[in-house]
């Protein structure tokens, strides 16, 4: 299995990048669960997979960036 480490990475840097991941995937996920579309999706009966514990699992998540 491959290390998630960077070379060189010091175990208190790597848990201060990992605690870091850790809050920008949950602030990606509550944006999502704010989002009208999903709140529809998940209180839609025509989708069975649309409760709130799958779009914690699978968030639908849309980035954009520029490349110059």
Known sequence: ???LRFTGESDA???TRAIR???VAKLLVDACLANRCVQG???DPAFPDGT???VRV???V???YEQG
């Open 1 to 3: 299995m491959r290390s």
């Open 13 to 15: 840097e790597f848990q």
């Open 21 to 23: 991941a850790g809050q």
């Open 41 to 43: 999706y998940v209180a």
């Open 52 to 54: 709130v514990e799958s």
């Open 58 to 60: 699978s968030p639908t």
């Open 62 to 64: 849309r980035i954009e």
